[in-house]
């Protein structure tokens, strides 16, 4: 397992821009996919992207594509979520998580997660 720290999460208007990181310990990290989920209060937690181990391969819940784009560093042992044209339905804490997944991933492929960061977006 690698331990993960989510970070980039904050308020910002409907139709800004955030960029959330993931980062990661251990050398295991570049060989673990990443995938991004968030989850909004009293809601269960949804899958929004994903990238494979080595970057080559990304998967996107149809609500977020075109405006979100997963990419990652494995020199740096990050991965990144970069959020275009938010809306206020984007609101929720954000989590990353690793693990050795299939894919296209399921949620429960992923056994390492972070705390989570808090995006809001106001209207």
């Known amino acids: 397992q690698v331990q993960l720290v989510e970070s980039g999460g904050g308020l910002v208007q409907a139709g800004g821009s955030l960029r959330l990181s993931c980062a990661a310990s251990?050398?295991?990290?570049?060989?673990?996919?990443v995938g991004w989920f968030r989850q909004a209060p009293e809601k269960e937690r949804d899958f929004v992207a994903a990238?494979?181990?080595?970057?080559?391969?990304?998967y996107y819940a149809d609500s977020v594509k075109g405006r979100f784009t997963i990419s990652r560093n494995n020199a740096r042992n990050t991965v990144y979520l970069q959020m275009n044209s938010l809306k206020p339905e984007d609101t929720a804490v954000y989590y990353c998580?690793?693990?050795?997944?299939?894919?296209?991933?399921?949620?429960?492929?992923?056994?390492?997660w972070g705390q989570g960061t808090q995006v809001t977006v106001s209207s």
């Open positions: 251990g050398r295991a990290f570049s060989r673990y996919a």
């Open positions: 990238i494979s181990w080595s970057g080559d391969s990304t």
């Open positions: 998580a690793a693990d050795r997944v299939t894919w296209p991933p399921r949620t429960a492929d992923f056994g390492s």
